[in-house]
């Protein structure tokens, strides 16, 4: 996995579990994103995280189960 990758995972995990990002998470994930993009990021991070709790919320099955 490369450092991007495990950069904005790291984020993920403490944006949807925590609603926000380490200092050091941050500065980690600004070598790879310019400031658009760690916007854009959050945005397209938190859509999901909604979109998941709407699903969950109303019971939704999911398309294609494991």
Partial sequence: ???RQQ?????TDELIKDRTITTATWERL???LDRRQLIEFCLLATQYDGLAATITALDIPLDNPR
């Fill in 1 to 3: 996995m490369s450092g």
């Fill in 7 to 11: 950069a904005l995972l790291q984020a």
């Fill in 30 to 32: 600004a070598t790879h």
